[in-house]
């Protein structure tokens, strides 16, 4: 089966770092990434769409220059939570999108983000 | 505006008591509608994709159905391990994001 991985799944940092999370897609490539958050019993929410060599597609309310996607490859998205603050703390989810016949998003594991 | 709506919200079933569980949808144009598995803590597992109403896709004891209005996902003679939120999605024809539900969250009990 498809098989999608991120890095790392914890991090905990202080208010004002910055944070990046890796997004792989292990056995696929994915010419279309996804970035979702998801608070404690809610469902997923779309933050941004990726796609390779072209710039993100933000979600209404997100803010582009605060969440930095970077898509430099059929296998690699990352995420960049730029001086986050406690109110970015999350569980942040990415997905990659597998076309063709079987267009499919499969998600990687989530990383827990929590901010001092 | 896509929509998608599940229920109930919470189930809980007894080790063997079979059940469903409804994801009712409107969409401009269905490309394809997905089922999820997650569990607490981790990210969706992907577990059905159904894309034509009469449609029906089955894995061990889960069986997925679809209409042009909902969708069912029928459990079957459900374990202990079956207990998760149970996701439904939508992607219409003309966009590459999924639309999801709020989903049900079921626990079987032995």
């Known amino acids: 089966g498809a098989v999608v991985s991120q890095h790392p799944s914890r991090v905990i940092c202080k208010s004002g770092t910055s944070v990046k999370i890796e997004c792989r897609s292990l056995d696929f490539q994915a010419t279309t990434m996804f970035w979702y958050r998801q608070f404690p019993k809610q469902s997923l929410m779309l933050m941004a769409t990726?796609?390779?060599?072209?710039?993100?597609?933000?979600e209404q309310g997100v803010e582009k220059d605060k969440f930095l996607i970077n898509h430099a490859s059929l296998t690699l998205s990352t995420l960049t939570v730029t001086s986050a603050h406690p109110e970015d703390s999350s569980f942040y989810i990415c997905s990659a999108r597998m076309g063709g016949r079987r267009d499919t998003q499969y998600f990687g594991p989530g990383t827990r983000l929590t901010v001092l | 505006e896509d929509q998608v709506t599940q229920s109930p919200e919470a189930l809980r079933l007894q080790e063997g008591e079979s059940s469903s569980l409804n994801c009712s949808y409107t969409?401009?144009?269905?490309?394809?509608l997905f089922w999820y598995r997650q569990d607490p803590g981790k990210g969706p597992e992907f577990l059905f994709t159904l894309y034509s109403a009469g449609e029906e896709k089955e894995k061990e004891r889960l069986k997925a159905t679809l209409t042009k209005k909902e969708s069912f996902l029928h459990i079957t003679a459900p374990k202990p391990e079956d207990s998760a939120t149970y996701l439904c999605a939508v992607q219409d024809a003309g966009f590459q994001k999924l639309v999801f539900g709020t989903g049900t969250r079921l626990l079987v009990s032995p």
């Open positions: 969409v401009s144009g269905l490309r394809g």
């Open positions: 990726s796609n390779e060599g072209s710039k993100a597609t933000y």
